[in-house]
């Protein structure tokens, strides 16, 4: 669970390329505890944002903090509490499994001992354990995927940044990648980024969407569903006279609009749109009820992340095309 002392603090961050600014004055935060996810298109500025972080490049302006310590002036022990894993994960193809955990963890100041200790540890968490004596170029994407993400925890780092952590990787590979990622959010801040929805949907407690360098949206994807409610339905298969049913939507309260249409049988399908904040099921069950129809539907449509993705960034994009026009 994450509490509200923040791990990463980040304030009018800006990465400039000539002209062409990467990121633009982006600010947020993510407390201790949390798995975010940076969702956003190639060129939204989410790897530029961790490799900031991870102290690999430094930002054009703005200040960026993790865990009160400053990126740019107190980068040697901003990488100690870190684990990075970038999107082209640089193994050493020609070294062992273990023996490049190892190697990696010396690199990163445990001594021998602590060393081969959580080198056993992260094997084991990152289901490596079978493939500890292979070579890694031997490796299938999967597995060098998981050596990528034992390299980033070997240390026991507070915050662990990974960039596209589930690219390339078939099905039942990112269920694996997914549920450790899961696992590791209960004892760490995990940072993540993604262009595949689902996957952050289904991973991340909080969502920051990214668009041109700029982020247009910071909360959970509960909240911002809730934000899209104007939109949404709520779906319900009644037996009953379709004329009785639009009487007696017409009359609702709370109700925006409504469709009626015929479905198999004795059935009718009724999509309603209630007005904002009201939630129509009970009424439409009570309705129900005491008019003794059949009902074998009672649905809430849900916005998928998707849904809410194109929504939140059709404003920008707007605009963007009014500038080019002017």
């Known amino acids: 669970m994450s509490n509200q002392e923040p791990m990463i603090e980040i304030e009018d961050l800006t990465k400039r390329y000539g002209r062409h600014a990467a990121i633009d004055r982006i600010s947020f935060s993510v407390c201790r505890g949390e798995i975010v996810g940076l969702l956003g298109p190639n060129g939204a500025g ?8 991870a102290c690999f490049m430094p930002a054009t302006s703005g200040t960026a903090r993790i865990a009160g310590l400053d990126v740019f002036r107190e980068a040697d022990s901003v990488r ?10 640089p193994l050493h193809l020609d070294m062992r499994v273990r023996e490049y955990l190892k190697f990696r963890a010396r690199l990163k100041g445990l001594g021998i001992a602590e060393s081969r ?5 992260v094997m084991d968490q990152c289901g490596l354990s079978e493939v500890g004596w292979k070579i890694i170029g031997t ?3 999967g ?16 915050l662990i940044i990974l960039d596209e952590p589930t690219i390339g990787l078939d099905p039942h590979q990112v269920r694996a990648v997914r549920q450790l990622i899961k696992e590791l959010g209960r004892h760490r801040t995990v940072l993540l980024s993604s262009h595949i929805l689902p996957e952050v949907e289904m991973t991340c407690h909080r969502v920051l969407i990214l668009h041109g360098g700029r982020v247009l949206a910071a909360d959970t994807t509960e909240n ?4 899209m409610s104007d939109s949404g339905q709520v779906v319900a298969e009644i037996a009953a006279n379709p004329h009785e049913l639009a009487a007696c939507w017409d009359g609702m309260e709370g109700v925006e609009r409504f469709d009626v249409t015929p479905s198999d049988g004795l059935y009718c399908r009724c999509a309603l749109t209630p007005q904002h904040g009201v939630d129509l099921r009970v009424r439409i069950f009570e309705t129900v009820l005491a008019r003794g129809w059949r009902l074998r539907e009672l649905t809430h449509s849900r916005h998928s992340l998707e849904d809410i993705f194109v929504h939140v960034t059709r404003a920008d994009r707007e605009e963007e095309e009014e500038e080019e026009g002017l």
């Not at 200790?117 to 540890?121: K, L, T």
């Not at 911002?224 to 934000?227: E, I, Y």
């Open 46 to 53: 989410k790897s530029t944002i961790m490799r900031i972080l």
């Open 139 to 141: 490796l299938s994407k």
């Open 224 to 227: 911002l569903q809730r934000r």
């Open 143 to 158: 597995f060098r995927q998981r050596v990528g993400l034992a390299d980033a925890l070997v240390h026991e780092p507070d």
């Open 117 to 121: 200790d959580r080198v056993s540890v």
């Open 80 to 89: 100690r509490r870190i684990g990075y894993m970038p999107e082209n994960n």
